[in-house]
């Protein structure tokens, strides 16, 4: 699709893809594959943190409903780029964009983050799972977010708000992914692993860098959800400051995973002496 759109750009003569052109992709991208991943991987691994039982029924059906809400878009997005119009094309996105609310409703319950059974993370990553309890906050204001815009959209016939995709499409890229990628990262990498038997205690770094994306992924969608009401060009400045944030985040991030790189076969050989005496 990526390959079309860029020979449809150059037949056209356009400098840039036309954001209706590219909308198709973009949902596929974000909810099709980046969602999609993130769903499947957290529902094998928090259960094992929160002891509960992994319901693979559960899972196939919403993997199957997801594809489907992502395919229904897909189908009225690339319909409209052709030109066509038609209140029933638009209604057909915007049931595809309200079906996301129940969807991350049941992803959030099927991954079982705010029902744990038990607490099975080692006492040094209990603060780690905040990130995964925030980043499932903001997938349930994407599914608010999705059901809003949507709902709005369908009864009126007319194609959804740009600044409501844009919305809800950071509010999953910033809040979800980001806060997902980063903390799952330092919950699963040998080097934070390893890091964590010289610093139990570390609690600054990470929830640094989870305050930091928090703050960002709000400015960002806070700046989209009020643009109908504030079209000006003041309205980049949060944007602005957002990337600005989040840019400190994974530079810390990166800094972080660098200097436990470099500490990693110290903390390992400092352990053999303990373990065998043990
Ligand atoms: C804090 C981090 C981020 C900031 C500050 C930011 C900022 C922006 C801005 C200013 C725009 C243009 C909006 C407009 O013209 O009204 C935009 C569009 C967009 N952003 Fe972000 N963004 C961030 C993170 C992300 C992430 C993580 C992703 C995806 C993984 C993403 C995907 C997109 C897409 C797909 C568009 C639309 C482009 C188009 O319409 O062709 N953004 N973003």
Do not use: C
Request: charged letters at 10%.
């Amino acid at each position: 699709m990526n390959l079309a759109l860029l020979v449809q750009m150059a037949q056209r003569g356009d400098d840039t893809i036309r954001p209706l052109s590219a909308s198709g992709l973009l949902h596929l991208q974000v909810y099709g594959v980046v969602l999609m991943f993130i769903f499947g991987v957290a529902s094998r691994a928090v259960p094992a943190f929160t002891g509960l039982p992994r319901s693979e029924l559960l899972a196939k059906a919403l993997a199957l409903a997801l594809a489907a809400s992502a395919a229904a878009y897909l189908v009225g997005a690339l319909w409209v780029a052709t030109g066509a119009r038609s209140p029933a094309l638009y209604r057909l996105e915007a049931a595809a964009l309200s079906a996301v609310g129940p969807l991350f409703l049941l992803a959030t319950w099927l991954v079982g983050i705010f029902r744990p059974a038990a607490n099975r993370l080692a006492s040094a990553s209990q603060h780690h799972i905040w990130f995964i309890r925030t980043a499932f906050s903001w997938l349930l204001i994407a599914g608010g977010l999705g059901v809003y815009y949507g709902v709005r959209a369908g009864v009126d016939g007319a194609p959804i708000s740009y600044y409501g995709l844009d919305a809800v499409r950071h509010t999953v890229a910033v809040g979800v992914a980001s806060v997902m990628v980063v903390g799952m990262a330092m919950l699963v990498l040998p080097e934070f692993a390893i890091r964590r038997v010289r610093y139990p205690s570390e609690r600054i770094p990470p929830l640094l860098i989870l305050a930091l994306l928090n703050s960002a992924a709000a400015l960002r969608v806070g700046a989209a959800v009020a643009t109908p009401h504030w079209i000006s060009t003041d309205r980049y400045w949060p944007m602005a400051v957002a990337g600005g944030l989040a840019e400190v985040a994974i530079l810390l991030f990166a800094a972080l995973f660098v200097w436990s790189f470099l500490q990693k076969r110290s903390i390992v050989e400092s352990q053999i002496p303990l373990r065998a005496a043990e």
